[in-house]
Every structure is written in C-alpha cells, then in structure tokens.
C-alpha cells in the first residue's frame, strides 16, 4: 500500500476529492523510486503542461441556446506531438481529462510511439443532443480548441461517446478554418476520408494481443478461456469477437443496461447484431441469462476485461474477482488499492497503458498513412499492431518479475524513463 502522494496537487484540484488525477498521481509515487537520476525531472508530470477549458454555445433545434464545458489538455509533449481521445460524458470534469492526458503520456510512450500525452472532452450527455446539435456542438469545440491541435502539435482521436462520425466533423472544421484539407488533425476518422483499415476493432485486438502474450507467460492456454467483459462499446466489443475467433468464450457481459451471463458463452457477433442492427437492449438478448450487475465482478471466469469506464474495481469488489488475469481495456479501471489486493491474490492485471494501446499505435499507423498518402493493407495492419504490442509487452513484463513490481509500475518505469530522457535532453529554455 502506498499513502496518497505527499505532493503539492494544482490549485484547480480540490485535495479532499483528487478523483482520477489523485490515482495517477500515486501511480507516479510509485514509480518515482525506480528513475534513478531522471526521478529530479518526475515532478514535470505532476503538472500537465498546457490545459484550455472553453465554453461551447450551442443553438439547440428549439432555438434555446445551451452551453457545455469543454477541455483541452495537453499533458506532456517532450516526445512529439499530443495524442490522445476526446470524450462526451456528462461526468467529464477537469481532473478526469488530466488523468487521461497523462496516462496518454505514459501509453504513448510505453509502446514507444513517438508522440506526447493529450486528451478533450466535453460534459456533456450526447444521448440528449439530436445528430444536428451533436454536429453544431463538436463543431464549435472543435473551433474553439483550435489554438491547439494540428497534424503536428495536437491529434485528437474517439474515446466514450465520440466516433468516426465526430472525427469527420472536427477534420471538417479544423480544415475549414485552415483553408485546406488537413487528414491529418485526427484519426479514427471514416475510411472513406483518410482513416485507416483496422483503427475500428484496434484496441479490443490490441487487448487480446497482449493477454495472449501474458497466458503463455502464466502457462494457461488461451483456446477455451473463459472471458467477463464489462462494456460492449469501441472497445469490449471487438475485444469480444478478437477473443472468441482465437478460442476464448465470452462468459458474461455488461453495459450500461445491465448484465448478462452464459456458462457455454456468448456469441459476439450474435450480440453485436442484437445490439446495433436490431437495436435490442442486453438484458433482452436470447443468448445469455440476466444477471444482477454487482455480480458481475464474481463470475467465474480465467480473464475479467474491464471496457468501459474508469474506478471500477475497487476495493469493494476486488476481492470478489476470480479471473487470473484482468486486461484493462478501459482506461483506469482499476484503483492503486483494488491492484494491491488483486496482487496479493495472485492475479496479474494488465494495465491500461500497454493493454489499451492498440487503438493509439493504429492511430499512428493512421498518422503516417496520411502523411504519405500511402495506405497499407489491414493484413498489413494488424501484423504491425501485433509486433508493436508483443515487443512492448517483452521488456514490461521481464522489468515486472526482476523488480517485483506491478507490471503498471514496470511499464510506468519504461514509459517515464523515455519521457524523462526526452525531457533531460530537451532542457529548460530559456
Ligand atoms: P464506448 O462509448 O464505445 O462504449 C462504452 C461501453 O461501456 C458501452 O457498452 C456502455 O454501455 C458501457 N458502460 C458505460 N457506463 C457503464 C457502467 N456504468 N457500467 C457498465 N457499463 C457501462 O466507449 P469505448 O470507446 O469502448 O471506451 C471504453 C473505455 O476504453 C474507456 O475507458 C476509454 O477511455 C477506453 N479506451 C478506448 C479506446 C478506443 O479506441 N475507443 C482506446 C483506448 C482506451
């Protein structure tokens, strides 16, 4: 156990509900012993570089204006260019798009992709908002973070609630107010418009890429595993059908509507056409049991892949959790004390950071597609993802077992040690 950092938190940050900058921060606390030298420069990422909070009016289709909040934050660019997603969720605040800046910071760089930490969003709840307003709203974010993102200094991306669709309206305006036609600005955009084969099912393949690295290393074979995945979205989704065409069975789902379990296993193509063709609701899928949502996190089951939002397994259900190993497909489901718990039960969880990458690095992949103007193969495509992912995931792993350490920490040392390399030999100017 580690106590809540001793540092000062941003004066913007209330210190009696740090909320997901608070966790990120006691991730550093814990890395901050293994940085030799460089640890003089740690105190860089408890400061986000650049933050821009603005205000989106937005004309509503029964004439009534109404305006959200939304961010911009640019959390370190020692190695490139920021990268990171851009969230529509009602509980998106400022401690939460800092958080997810920097854990883009560490991803990035824990598979060595060569760009910075950033993230958006805007609190907002979309499921309220007609297409047309959903279109007026992102459009006038997009406008107003403009002072920041670029092909070459700030590449926003999808995250909850924002799709191919809100990529292809912030390309849009970005280039309209650039007066040219930019691909570059985001990724996850439509095929048709520059985006890339493979971006689509890309984090949920990423996550099995690296679970089935971490089952040869537990020895457990991955062909018949059973999987509990909590979110159907992006994420869960292509996880589910990536896992269950190498053998695994989906044993039990849950989304926002509730939950669903099924000894024999889900069918994720099945569940997918119920969901998004016939529109269904999970708990009226016919090819599983509804079950209560708190039992989720008991069912029995060798892999737990959380997928949907962050704070998830805590200390009030750690202890209930059977799987072997928990791939973080979500970004920060896991708090610093639900993992000490899971450690001590011997169950290895795979951070974020490295379990979720897989979206960025075809994000990247999408970059230098539309740099070039050279577009791969998806065959192509996911070989790479594949090699990106397993060589990130060698040294991670090996670093975990000779230091003992959480392989979060491991890859936390990997990732701040390229940082904070870039950061020592960029210097302070002036
Ligand atoms: P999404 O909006 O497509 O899907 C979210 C899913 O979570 C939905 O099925 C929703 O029903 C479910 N959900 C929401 N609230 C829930 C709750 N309280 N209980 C249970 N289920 C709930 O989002 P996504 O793009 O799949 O992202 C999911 C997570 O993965 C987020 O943490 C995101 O930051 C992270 N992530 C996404 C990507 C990506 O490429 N989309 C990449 C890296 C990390």
């Not at 006691?26 to 105190?43: I, T």
């Not at 040219?180 to 985006?195: A, E, F, N, R, W």
């Not at 939950?259 to 999970?282: C, F, M, R, S, W």
Request: glycine content about 10%; overall charge negative.
């Amino acid at each position: 156990m580690t106590t809540p950092t001793a540092h000062a938190l941003p004066s913007y940050i209330d210190p009696s509900h740090p909320g997901p900058w608070g966790m990120f921060m006691e991730q550093l606390d814990r890395v901050e012993p293994h940085l030799g030298p460089l640890a003089q420069w740690v105190e860089t990422l408890r400061r986000p570089k650049r933050m821009l909070i603005v205000d989106v009016p937005v004309r509503m289709d029964d004439g009534r204006i109404e305006h959200f909040e939304g961010y911009r934050v640019q959390h370190n660019l020692s190695r490139g260019p920021g990268k990171g997603g851009v969230r529509f969720h009602p509980q998106v605040h400022i401690s939460e798009v800092m958080a997810l800046a920097g854990w883009m910071t560490v991803k990035n760089a824990a598979v060595n992709l060569p760009y910075g930490g950033a993230k958006g969003g805007i609190r907002v709840d979309p499921s309220r908002l007609s297409l047309a307003e959903l279109e007026r709203m992102t459009r006038r974010y997009t406008s107003e973070i403009g002072l920041l993102i670029g092909p070459d200094r700030d590449i926003p991306a999808p995250d909850v609630n924002t799709n191919e669709q809100v990529m292809a309206w912030m390309m849009d305006t970005y280039s309209i107010n650039q007066g040219g036609t930019q691909t570059g600005v985001v990724t996850g955009k439509p095929l048709s418009m520059g985006g890339s084969l493979g971006r689509r099912d890309a984090t949920g393949r990423g996550c099995f890429v690296v679970a089935r690295e971490a089952m040869k290393r537990l020895n457990r074979p991955m062909e018949g595993a059973r999987v509990a995945i909590q979110g159907f979205g992006n994420v869960g989704n292509a996880a589910a059908r990536v896992f269950h065409e190498h053998g695994a069975k989906i044993v039990a789902v849950q989304d926002v509507g509730g939950t669903i379990y099924n000894e024999a296993g889900i069918d994720p193509h099945a569940l997918q056409h119920h969901l998004k063709v016939a529109e269904g609701a999970l708990r009226e899928f016919p090819g599983g049991t509804v079950i209560d949502d708190a039992s989720f996190w008991g069912v029995d089951c060798d892999i737990l892949l959380p997928a949907a939002l962050e704070r998830q397994i805590t200390e009030a259900n750690a202890y209930q959790i059977k799987a072997k190993l928990v791939v973080e497909g979500a970004n920060g489901p896991t708090t610093p004390q639900a993992e000490d718990i899971l450690w001590d039960m011997g169950c290895t969880v795979l951070p974020d950071v490295l379990a979720n990458a897989g979206g960025v690095t075809v994000s990247y992949f999408e970059w230098v597609q539309n740099a070039s103007s050279f577009f791969w193969t998806e065959q192509d495509i996911n070989m790479r993802l594949d090699r990106v992912l397993s060589e990130a995931f060698e040294p991670i792993w090996n670093v975990a077992q000779e230091k003992r350490v959480h392989l979060r920490t491991a890859a936390f040392i990997a990732a701040c040690t390229r940082v904070l390399e870039a950061r020592a030999l960029r210097g302070l100017y002036p």
